[in-house]
């Protein structure tokens, strides 16, 4: 897609070697993407960086926000986020 961009300092193959998940990749960010509050106060996240394929989870760095979001990828292409990580390394480490 070509809204679909790696992270700055990133190349896919880094992203693959850390993840273990060699069909990684780069997802477009043209999709809905919320965050699924525990209270049930889902809130709509902007995202700016999508990377997907992940045995169904994807990473979202949303947009003027330095965290990265992790949730479920449904086949609709809709991202529901559950889990914040600061650090990118630390989140493909924890899928």
């Not at 993407?33 to 049930?40: F, H, I």
């Amino acid at each position: 897609m070509a809204d679909a961009q790696l992270p700055p300092g990133w190349t896919l193959q880094q992203i693959r070697d850390v993840s273990g998940e060699q069909e990684a990749g780069a997802l477009g960010t043209n999709r809905a993407v919320k965050w699924v509050a525990s209270d049930g106060a889902d809130e709509v996240v902007h995202p700016e960086i999508i990377l997907g394929e992940f045995s169904g989870l994807a990473l979202v760095k949303p947009v003027q926000v330095d965290d990265w979001y992790m949730g479920d990828l449904h086949d609709d292409g809709s991202i529901d986020c559950w889990a914040i990580y600061d650090d990118l390394e630390r989140a493909l480490r924890g899928l």
